[in-house]
């Protein structure tokens, strides 16, 4: 930012161009435009040392009026201020602070005042654009390190539970279409673009607290004993601690979405679900729209334990509350997106059109 002190100075009038560069040379360097489109094509190519741009309102070519409308429209206001030098007293001030200038000059004016006003507004800009870099910069780092916990828990969640990238990569996109189908459908839930992405991030570790669970359990080929199964349903309790261990921001969309993800996807809309007992719209949306796909997920898929249920059966024992009374929105976004998630897993399964 340091380097943003140059003064562009547009006049098709050589004798102003000399007279407002000797105005100001002792505090700024200048670079001199002799018309509107010489203007713009110097601009481009030293925007980020052009601390701001002095205007004749009356330049044939391309007037004040117009080159503040194209500066505004191209982005470049927000960059540079622009100030308007005026040869006389009936110049239309409010039209061009309207259209964005930073001040208005009428000539004959006080070299002072010039001066300290291209330095106010420089100083304003320059820490504007230095506060945008530096915002930038943090959120990216965030960005970065969200990311990468996101892989660590992904990583940990694959190799503990033994699912491949595969399965987190299906159980992903199948959540993303169908709460892409719920957020379209029910848009008083506010589920924006952004925050659907989330829910389907987050969905990843819905089980990443199995990692806690024995192996003697968690492996078993066959048949859980009602006490291996209620130590199983601890897996959404123990998620919960294990993110928590991480320190995740609860505040933020993604970590929320994992903490009710990996907590009660297994809850179900009349209540008789796990481990809160919640019911209805007490369960967190992001846990209603996983809770049919962890289902339906499981019911097509071949597991160690269990053979693929065939497709057709699968979806009707979602629909009619074999698996748990799922919640009644999700099951109508589930019913609209039905056919696109059964084209994208037989696809992702390698599954023959008589499965499907």
């Known amino acids: 930012m340091a380097d943003r002190n140059i003064v562009m100075i547009v006049d098709n009038v050589k004798i102003n161009r000399i007279m407002l560069k000797e105005l100001i040379k002792n505090n700024f360097r200048t670079m001199e435009a002799e018309d509107g489109e010489d203007a713009k094509r110097k601009y481009m190519v030293f925007q980020k040392r052009i601390c701001c741009v002095l205007y004749n309102a009356n330049m044939p070519d391309v007037n004040g009026v117009e080159f503040l409308e194209y500066f505004a429209q191209s982005g470049h206001l927000a960059e540079t201020p622009v100030f308007i030098i005026a040869t006389d007293n009936y110049v239309d001030f409010g039209l061009y602070y309207e259209l964005g200038a930073s001040e208005v000059f009428v000539a004959p004016f006080d070299p002072s005042f010039l001066n300290g006003k291209i330095k106010t507004f420089s100083d304003l800009y320059n820490r504007t654009l230095s506060y945008k870099t530096e915002l930038a910069k943090v959120k990216n780092e965030v960005e970065e390190r ?6 660590v828990l992904t990583s ?6 033994f699912e491949t990238s595969a399965h987190i990569t299906r159980v992903k996109k199948l959540t993303h279409i169908l709460a892409k189908s719920f957020a379209a459908k029910f848009p008083e839930y506010g589920l924006t673009d952004e925050l659907v992405q ?4 987050a969905s990843a570790l819905h089980d990443v607290g199995k990692a806690a669970i024995p192996t003697t359990i968690l492996f078993k080929p066959g048949r ?11 897996h959404t309790v123990k998620g919960v601690d294990i993110l928590n261990d991480f320190g995740l921001d609860k505040t933020k969309p993604f970590n929320k979405f994992c903490f ?3 907590r009660n996807h ?5 209540g008789n679900g796990y481990p809160d007992r919640l019911a209805g719209d007490d369960i967190p ?47 109508e976004a589930f019913n609209d997106c039905e056919d696109e998630m059964r084209s994208y897993l037989k696809a992702a399964l390698m599954l023959r059109d008589s499965q499907v």
Not at 156 to 161: A, G, L, N, Q, R
Not at 266 to 270: A, G, I, T
Request: proline share 4%; charged share 30%.
């Open 156 to 161: 940990v969640f694959e190799f503990i539970h």
């Open 260 to 262: 009710e993800i990996a």
């Open 146 to 151: 969200d990311g990468v916990v996101r892989n």
């Open 266 to 270: 297994h809850e179900r809309w009349d």
């Open 285 to 331: 949306v992001a846990a209603q729209i996983f809770s049919i796909i962890d289902v339906y997920d499981a019911l097509v898929s071949e597991k160690v334990y269990k053979d693929a249920i065939p497709y057709e059966k699968a979806v009707t024992m979602i629909r009619e509350g074999e698996c748990g009374l799922f919640p009644p929105k999700v099951l």
């Open 198 to 201: 989330c829910i389907s991030d």
């Open 224 to 234: 859980l004993t009602g006490e291996e199964f209620a130590e199983m349903k601890t």
